[in-house]
């Protein structure tokens, strides 16, 4: 089923206020058979109290069994299908250092590496070289490179890695095609690809990406390590449609990480105020409260401490997590969602495929039997267990912003 | 998936019987959090001794968070997915008044209007004249207007509202195209539209459209209020695959009110007797039960009572419902599935989205633990939250009318 197409025709406004309060990477795994989860470990008095006045569920971020990146674990927990809306890896590598792309903008992630003197790609990492000798060298080439008709911006990531934006320029920028195949050859001894246009629409973005690599390798041949580079992940802008055009949300993101506000700009959000920590991130909360619908509030160190197999530590950060749910609380949402947008259990050291604990609270939500939030709790929760990209839905619902579906 | 392409295949018949009862908006809230819904409140002796012995799960009409209206809430119910299946706004009058539409039959809601000594439209529903007004100035048209080669059916509704059917004449009546564009211009001091096909094969409806409407200006130029109509809704019968075309089920209708009468017809059940009461209902059951294998019984009041925001009166009316469960196990259904088309809370005096408890007893169903019906105990019951669609597969499998799939 279409839900985006059902929403457009059902959508009302009114002046309710939601929350996302998302903790990334919540869901986790107990230490050994019949313990705790580090969310059931963790003491969340506030969230509990919610839990018992609220409704609890289990999301399952694109289907079941499937562990998602942060691409397609928030996109499904906006209520974008995941699967539909693929960013392509250079789109999703300028998001994720905050760059905010432009329609007709071709971003590409580009590995520095290293040729031969036969012009053979000798390694594909060069080295591996480190960011702090990497990052000059993408200055330099952002200072140096030039193309006729078009912008180019370069960007340093980490290590061999950076990025490229392609853009068309003048007050009508024309747009890039974002078909061209990688020039890696995903080899050593082999010359670099040409740019190979994957359709029409892309063949000038193809003949700019071939210039672009031969200005590189004339600017960086006395390179020891970084004498050259391959492009890859070519591609557009992901076309997605707005938080507003689908929802008739005015929605506010309030991000620390780069990565998550750009995922949030891709969907049409404000990225709203500077925030560093979860308290600032409340501060910004309380001052654009009455300019927003909708606030996505995103806490990095649930993922990442469960990255680090660091079970404590995640605890920890949960508690950290519900601390600040009094500060969301006195606002007065009408509807406040507290969820992830996959599980990082630190027993896995990764992000994986068990359904997230979501904890659902509004007036009419139809309380549940729960008492505290929890993965045990959330099986048996009056949400079920739904694919995250309803969750959207039951929010407008139970924000009073969705009309009756036929008559 | 095509739920009803993998049902065509493997349906098998037999001597079973399969009654679903159904409470319209039977699901609701409790009063304050923590307390008891309509459902939970009710002494539902009968129902709960099914709980005990069935698998109680909560259904989801359309998808989560969407409220649906009458119509696409009983098409889900009996199995057709309400977002594929629409029914036009003039089909569903029409069928809410009873009237039993043909194929190639155009279905259209019509508002009388008042227009000013320009032809322009000075009151889009003509003072809301009262119906006893409208329904002699409706008997005048349906006797008067005459158009080639149609036949013009016109039927009363209420206030300024009534219904117009144009059908084809003879023995192998042409169906007429059913796409033509409001003729409601939706504001006022401007005049009617003419009507607009909005497809090749509706020309000539558009044609027809705006003969009847010439015909009653003409008629009731003198009418003080209702001196013109406008024309909306303006649709075919829907193209819905009969009952025992995809169930392989002979299916009766046993319901008091008009519009349900009608959603049932639309599917291809019959609709036998004019019971007026659950009792009588219930004597119409006991009457055609040899003659047919599924019985949908409709019990409107939950639902009237929880528009009404009326909690003891929904729960007294519940407590009917219950009331008659005995006279339905008498006479020894193989399935009897016990639910509602959508919730209707009193405390949200409307229509929800929220889950619909649902019962279903047979023999081999696999009990859960249920005890009791009520909206918690269908939260961890067997058949778990599950698409409303499919619980017409579940009876057909707990009444042995399924093969299995695949070798």
Redesign the interface.
């Known amino acids: ?1 279409d ?1 985006h197409a ?1 929403l457009r025709q ?1 959508v009302q406004k009114n002046d309710s206020k939601i929350e996302l309060y998302v903790a990334d990477g919540l869901g986790g795994l107990p230490q050994q058979p019949g313990g705790k989860t580090e969310l059931e470990t963790a003491a969340t008095p506030h969230l509990d109290k919610l839990a018992a ?1 609220g409704v609890l569920g289990g999301s399952i971020p694109v289907a079941p069994g499937i562990s998602p990146g942060s691409g397609p674990g928030h996109l499904g927990l906006v209520g974008y299908d995941p699967v539909e809306f693929l960013i392509g890896r250079g789109a999703l590598e300028a998001t994720g250092i905050g760059f905010e792309l432009k329609d007709g903008d071709v971003a590409i992630r580009a590995n520095f590496c290293t040729l031969d003197a036969d012009g053979k790609i000798a390694d594909r990492r060069a080295g591996r070289i480190p960011t702090e000798e990497s990052t000059p060298i993408v200055e330099r080439l952002a200072k140096e490179i030039a193309i006729d008709g078009v912008e180019v911006i370069v960007r340093p990531v980490k290590e061999h890695r950076f990025v490229v934006v392609f853009r068309g320029q003048g007050p009508a920028p024309e747009k890039l095609g974002g078909s061209v195949a990688d020039t890696d050859p995903q080899a050593t001894g082999v010359p670099p690809l040409a740019a190979k246009a994957l359709d029409a629409a892309s063949e000038k973005t193809a003949k700019i990406c071939d210039e672009f690599i031969a200005q590189v390798r004339k600017l960086l041949a006395d390179e020891p390590k970084a004498n050259c580079c391959t492009l890859r992940g070519i591609t557009g802008k992901p076309s997605i449609p707005s938080f507003e055009e689908v929802y008739g949300l005015k929605a506010a993101a309030i991000a620390v990480y780069p990565m998550y506000k750009g995922l949030a700009s891709l969907v049409g959000m404000d990225i709203v105020g500077d925030a560093q920590t979860l308290d600032e991130q409340m501060d910004v909360l309380k001052s654009v409260w009455d300019q927003y619908d909708f606030f996505f509030i995103h806490f990095k160190y649930t993922d990442s401490t469960g990255e680090d197999g660091a079970f404590d530590a995640k605890v920890q950060r949960t508690e950290e997590y519900d601390s600040a749910v009094p500060r969301s609380m006195d606002l007065g949402p009408d509807v406040l969602i507290a969820t992830g947008d996959h599980s990082t259990p630190s027993m896995l050291a990764s992000h994986s495929w068990h359904p997230v604990p979501t904890l659902l609270w509004a007036k ?1 939500c ?4 729960a008492t505290e939030f929890g993965e045990q709790q959330c099986v ?7 694919e995250a990209k ?1 969750l959207m ?6 924000a009073g912003r ?1 009309a ?4």
């Not at 009756?404 to 008559?407: L, M, N, S, V």
């Open positions: 089923m839900t059902l059902l006045e009419n139809r309380c549940d039997a048996t929760g009056g949400l079920g267990q739904f309803h839905t039951l929010a407008l619902a139970n969705l009756k579906f036929g008559a």
